[in-house]
């Protein structure tokens, strides 16, 4: 069995929205300074690294992180590259049309997917996206159609960066799809496996950090 790690490394490097709280450790207590123990204090934005949005994250009194559905985060799934669909002729880029996307599915696997892992990015790395694209909400509406459950991307956001409607976000929330962003999808191959990514949980938080693999024969 093989297992690949979809979660990039997190530091106080790792970019987040801008304005948003990075990444911190502070030591409370050190070996080395003479204490029993090590203890440090982690502040962070819970939209660090690869992470669940909650449905709390885009309306108001919607479900926190602690609601998320566990199983929706584990089970079988699908990696799919749509690099060549995103437009990088505008800015931001445009969107894998919905069409196209469900072309390259049907070509791959049966339906219906309930898990499945975008791969947007044409070389490897997991840097800011000032030009992210997002997702076209007409393909989110259609995955949660066919039954899909969890929506997985290698994206800062399903909505382009500057996007204050966030048509992508309310679509799947509206279908209790959950979405799963900032993942690194550079060494997962394209094709069938089992994810693997659990929230923890945290009670009235809008997001949470997730350690998510893909386990493959």
Known sequence: MQIIDLSPAVDGAT???PGDAPFRLQRRWSIAAGDSVSVQTITSTG???AHIDAPAHVLEGAPDAASIDLDACIGSCLVLDVSE?????SDPFRFA????IRARIADVSPAPVER??????AAPGNDWMPKSPGVDPAFV???????GR???IDLDSFDPLQDTVLAAHRAAI???????EGLDLALAPEGPGELIAFPLRLVGADASPVRAVLRRP
Do not use: C
Request: net charge neutral; proline share 3%; hydrophobic share 55%.
């Open 141 to 147: 509406r259609w995955f949660a159609e066919q039954g």
């Open 15 to 17: 970019a987040v929205w």
């Open 174 to 180: 509206a279908a209790e799809v959950v979405l799963l």
């Open 116 to 121: 499945l892992l975008l791969r947007h990015r």
């Open 97 to 100: 049309p919905e069409s196209a």
């Open 150 to 152: 969890l929506l997985g």
């Open 85 to 89: 669909l995103v437009d990088r002729s």
């Open 47 to 49: 939209h660090v690294g």
